[in-house]
């Protein structure tokens, strides 16, 4: 096992997702080990109410981890991923689609400093404000890979999945 990796969905989705799935398809594929852990419940409170729950969850997945793991998240799980590096040692964040802020969430994004970590944001995202995720990364000298996407990333997966085999080399 080249390391681990644990990949959170966003809202409105689950650990079968299109993107996680193709993630941790290819981690594994690579000798990486994955756990996609599942958040639906906790979505059912809201975009604000399911992030303490999401949270929890992630914590425990970081706590049962074999070494510290690569944290990959999709809009609210990339939220979350970089709340969760705060708390606990992490070998590095993948982040898609990001949101800085959650409606109704007093906590603005947050990330453990001195990780690897690398953004994926598309264009047309309308969702998650392409400025203000371009704004953190750019605080933190984070590399990024822009896209000419939407939100769910649909289109440019692909290109996605080839920047993540680079990312996950660099850290091996």
Do not use: N, Q
């Not at 959170?8 to 299109?18: E, I, K, L, M, R």
């Not at 990486?32 to 929890?56: C, F, K, M, N």
């Amino acid at each position: 096992m080249r390391g681990h990796i644990i990949l959170s969905h966003g809202s409105d989705s689950g650990p079968d997702a299109t993107k996680v799935s193709a993630l941790a398809a290819l981690a594994e594929r690579l000798g990486w080990s994955t756990v996609r852990p599942d958040y639906r419940e906790a979505d059912r409170l809201g975009y604000a109410g399911s992030i303490a729950p999401r949270l929890a969850t992630l914590g425990e997945a970081l706590a049962a981890a074999p070494v510290p793991p690569v944290l990959v998240g999709s809009s609210m799980g990339a939220f979350v991923s970089g709340l969760a590096s705060l708390d606990a040692p992490v070998a590095g964040l993948f982040l898609l689609a990001l949101p800085t802020r959650i409606p109704g969430y007093p906590r603005a994004f947050a990330a453990r400093e001195g990780v690897p970590s690398f953004l994926v944001h598309g264009y047309a995202d309308d969702v998650c404000p392409l400025d203000d995720a371009l704004a953190f990364a750019s605080g933190r000298r984070m590399p990024a890979l822009l896209v000419d996407d939407d939100h769910r990333l649909g289109a440019t997966l692909g290109d996605i999945e080839a920047e993540f085999g680079r990312f996950l080399e660099r850290l091996a």
